[in-house]
Nanobody, 117 residues
Framework: QVMLVESGGGLVHTGESLRLSCAVSGSIFGINTMAWYRQAPGKQRELVAHITRDGSRNYADPVKGRFTISRDNAKNTLYLQMNSLKSEDTAVYYC???????????WGRGTQVTVSS
């Protein structure tokens, strides 16, 4: 199995920054694309950004230019640098990993990000 543990969430004010981390452990061989999702109260979970093993990135329109996804394959860690945070970024942020070995995706338990105006 693959275990994902997010950290770095918290309460910040509008315009401030946070960096989320996702530590990957377990059967890390064969992990391909990794991603960050978020779910705000009363809304569906949505994709924030994803990154392939070779570093290709894609972002959802609401976060383009403000968020940066990165991964350190040597440290088995996924990151999300979030700048210029807005109140609408308030959500639980989840880490996701695609495992080619298990032919399924794994999820972390999430970390809360709250942006107060």
């Amino acid at each position: 199995q693959v275990m994902l543990v997010e950290s770095g969430g918290g309460l910040v004010h509008t315009g401030e920054s946070l960096r989320l981390s996702c530590a990957v452990s377990g059967s890390i061989f064969g992990i391909n694309t990794m991603a960050w999702y978020r779910q705000a109260p009363g809304k569906q979970r949505e994709l924030v950004a994803h990154i392939t093993r070779d570093g290709s990135r894609n972002y959802a329109d609401p976060v383009k230019g403000r968020f940066t996804i990165s991964r350190d394959n040597a440290k088995n860690t996924l990151y999300l640098q979030m700048n210029s945070l807005k109140s609408e970024d308030t959500a639980v942020y989840y880490c996701n990993a695609e495992s080619l070995l298990y032919k399924r995706n794994f999820w972390g338990r999430g970390t809360q990000v709250t942006v107060s105006s």
